[in-house]
């Protein structure tokens, strides 16, 4: 087990274009988390999915955001009619119920999405 | 609702002292978890140290303390013995300690540690 992955690493899109992102959580892990982080900011929390249940999303997921965790393992975030403001990274995390109680988030590497 | 504040935008340390970077939190849960992140220039948020709200004592993890002061609502990080390797952002965050608890995240510190 490598951790969490995430591709692609790096995205550059022109205004108006759809894009796809993709978060392999840790296998066991049942929980996963999608946040965004813009240039010189915290990350800030997008949605969140048990299993294949997205049970909490923020305000900050406009209707041009869609996240997806169909079988409960891997997760897709799409983006579509994108727009310059979507340009940031967008981090995956996932954790687990079990072991220790705080259940540590461990996140991805992230997806940096460039719009022109 | 619940939010973290890190006042200091950046830091400087010299190698091998000690440096403390600050965080306050509001939040009117009682239970409640905090947490540490560094992010290095490569982007990946890495796990640092982690403190509950009934722990009674400050957490520690090798170079790394939690300073819990919980009437103050601060949980600043210390880090002893600076290496070159710990410049990087640092990132303090909170989550309520229930299933699926999303974490809350501060502004972040910038640590530049001097040779």
């Known amino acids: 087990d490598t951790g969490v992955s995430q591709n692609p690493r790096h995205k550059i899109t022109k205004r108006g274009q759809n894009v796809t992102f993709r978060c392999d959580p840790i296998s066991e892990h049942n929980r996963l988390y999608w946040y965004r982080q813009t240039l010189g900011q915290g990350p800030e929390f997008l949605t969140y999915?048990?299993?294949?249940?997205?049970?909490?999303k923020s305000r900050l997921l406009s209707d041009r955001f869609s996240a997806e965790r169909p079988k409960g393992s891997f997760s897709t975030l799409e983006i579509q009619r994108t727009e310059q403001g979507d340009s940031a990274m967008y981090l995956c995390a996932s954790s687990g119920t079990s072991g220790n109680s705080y259940n540590e988030q461990f996140f991805g590497p992230g997806t940096r999405l460039t719009v022109l | 609702a619940q939010k973290i504040t890190q006042t200091q935008p950046g830091m400087f340390v010299q190698e091998k002292e000690a440096v403390t970077l600050d965080c306050t939190y509001d939040?009117?849960?009682?239970?409640?978890?905090l947490f540490w992140y560094k992010q290095p220039s490569s982007g990946e948020m890495i796990f640092l140290i982690y403190q509950g709200s009934y722990d009674e004592q400050n957490a520690t993890e090798g170079r790394y303390s939690l300073n819990f002061q919980k009437a103050r609502k601060s949980a600043n990080l210390v880090i002893s013995a600076s290496q070159l390797g710990d410049s990087a952002m640092y990132f303090c965050?909170?989550?309520?300690?229930?299933?699926?608890?999303?974490?809350?995240f501060g502004q972040g510190t910038e640590l530049s540690v001097k040779p």
């Open positions: 999915f048990q299993n294949e249940a997205q049970l909490e």
């Open positions: 939040t009117s849960d009682q239970s409640y978890g």
């Open positions: 965050a909170m989550r309520r300690l229930r299933q699926g608890g999303k974490l809350i």
